[in-house]
């Protein structure tokens, strides 16, 4: 097996270079342009629920919500990544309980509590594939979910049983937000992010396959036997790898190659 080293995503910057930029909003929050997103006039407001590790969206502007964000029972939350991109891009302010603005830095403090579901690495490899223009959800957690209801307003992604009476979802099946984000392991290889090209006509509620599904490497690369185990797994949905370090991001994939028979 050889590796497949793309960590410059040169077919994307192609592909992004040939759309049409006559819709600047929806080219705005496409492109990685993140320069005309620092200066945004319309900035939408989210709550952020503790409990949760998520900021619950009071108000939208934008096109950007198209591929941003779950929604469960017409509301919009976004993860902590995400929270952190927007904000991070001058597209997003985010209240306490109180009310009170939060800071970008008190939003990296609460990332770095372990209890979202998220480290600094996999923030990074997120901002990375936002900014050239990808549409990026966690691996495993629907966008949308019809007829599933959240009649609390918190619940804890850590799943302890008094934090999960909270939430009450509706039916109770194995789409739970808490079920799903507890399932979410981080080992040496774990699955992180289902990865969509731009598409102007994506949707939460259809999204379809992705164009590949993103795992994130903290050690050593992964095995042969791992390799085979994930492309059963995945079938013909392709799957890549992305190692952290230093702040770069690189991403590589595997095929396999047949060696010819020296006479």
């Given amino acids: 097996m050889g590796s497949d080293d793309w960590g410059s995503c040169s077919d994307n910057e192609d592909y992004l270079q040939d759309r049409n930029e006559d819709d600047d909003e929806e080219d705005c929050y496409s492109s990685g342009f993140l320069s005309k997103l620092q200066f945004r006039k319309d900035i939408s407001k989210a709550r952020w629920v503790d409990d949760l590790a998520m900021a619950e969206v009071v108000e939208k502007k934008g096109k950007m919500w198209v591929t941003m964000g779950i929604v469960r029972n017409g509301n919009t939350y976004c993860s902590i990544e995400e ?22 830095k008190e939003l990296y403090e609460k990332l770095s509590n372990g209890k979202s579901g998220c480290y600094w690495e996999l923030f990074e490899v997120y901002k990375h594939l936002r900014s050239l223009g990808y549409v990026v959800g966690r691996h495993g957690i629907p966008w949308s979910v019809k007829g599933q209801q959240i009649k609390s307003g918190t619940c804890s992604l850590e799943g302890s049983q008094e934090s999960n009476e909270m939430l ?96």
């Fill in 168 to 263: 009450e979802m509706e039916p109770k099946d194995e789409n739970s937000v808490i079920e799903l984000f507890n399932n979410m392991q981080i080992t040496d290889v774990s699955p992180a992010f289902n990865v969509y090209l731009p598409n102007s006509k994506f949707r939460k509620s259809s999204p379809g396959d992705p164009s590949f599904v993103l795992y994130i490497s903290r050690c050593s690369p992964p095995s042969r036997v791992e390799i085979e185990a994930l492309e059963r797994k995945h079938g013909a949905i392709p799957f890549k790898f992305c190692h952290v370090e230093n702040g770069r991001v690189s991403f590589f994939s595997f095929a396999k190659n047949e060696l010819p028979v020296l006479p």
């Fill in 83 to 104: 929270t952190l991109f927007l904000i991070e891009i001058g597209a997003l302010h985010v209240l306490d309980g109180n009310d009170t603005h939060l800071s970008l």
